[in-house]
């Protein structure tokens, strides 16, 4: 089974463009995405899907790109949406009961739990008790059934002091109580950082994909909140993407770009030998 992934897609960010970078950069990765063989078996789409919650013009226009990919979509939503917003454009998305847009779904053979982290006026994530109560409920059930966790804000110390969670906040406490004695759960996928990252949580693998639009620059220094010192924040590398895929026991990421390349070896008769004897040795070490 295959996973696409994008995230961070911040469709509006030069508002009322309808051809800002950002769009341009999004339609990139759909249309490889609707290119790839094998073709992804869903997309997750998790979350800042615009740049201001209150854009409800933005919200059309990203419903619109991304429904160009030609596949089952599943939606998580960050903390630059709006879920009024966000209900209004795309009201087949499940809500829990008390309104947080937060469901349970299978694709194939994974059952996919997809938890609201958006906490209005944050920038940061949150699981209250409410959102707690619902996913530990969930994870009550079907305890035989491979799990992912699906959301936003990835609850780890990523080292980027802006883009990061930190052990002592207690959404990320009440979520590790969750999630550690969860067996069933094979991993955590989430967004936010605008960096692709491996780490782990509450014992699961984290997976966190880079996002479609500008990337965040990798700087672990410290930062001081009262003096800038003029480092890089976001860059302009190529728009990315994830590709997850589950062969029945382990949750395999690739990370990828979106654009053109430069190829400097084909697969043509000169390298047919090469990969024939490649192929021919597996399982022979």
Known sequence: ?????????????????????????????????????????????????????????????????????????????????????????????????????????????????????????????????????????????????????????????????????????QWVQRLEAILKPAKQVVALISGHVHRPIASYFAGKPLVVAASTAPQVALDLDDVDPLHPDGRALIIADAPAYALHYWDGVTLLTHFEIAGPRNVIASYNSNIQPMMSAFLKERGTG
């Open 1 to 169: 089974m295959l996973i696409a992934q994008i995230t961070d897609l911040h469709i509006g960010f030069d508002r009322n463009n309808p051809h800002e970078i950002n769009v341009r950069r999004l339609n990139m990765v759909i249309d490889e995405l609707n290119d790839r063989a094998p073709r992804p078996d869903v997309l997750l789409v998790t979350g800042d899907l615009v740049e201001n919650g209150d854009d409800a013009r933005a919200y059309r226009h990203m419903e619109s790109l991304v429904k160009r990919w030609q596949g089952p979509l599943l939606w998580a939503v960050g903390n630059h949406d709006d879920r009024a917003n966000f209900r209004a454009v795309l009201p087949e998305v499940e809500t829990d009961e008390h309104g947080f847009i937060q469901y349970d779904t299978d694709v194939g053979a994974l059952r996919f739990l997809v938890l609201d982290t958006l906490d209005p006026g944050r920038h940061g994530g949150m699981v209250c008790e409410t959102r707690g109560k619902w996913l530990r409920a969930r994870l009550r059930e079907r305890k035989d059934v491979p799990t992912v966790v699906v959301l936003h804000h990835p609850p780890v110390d990523t080292g980027i002091a802006w883009m990061s969670a930190l052990p002592c906040e």
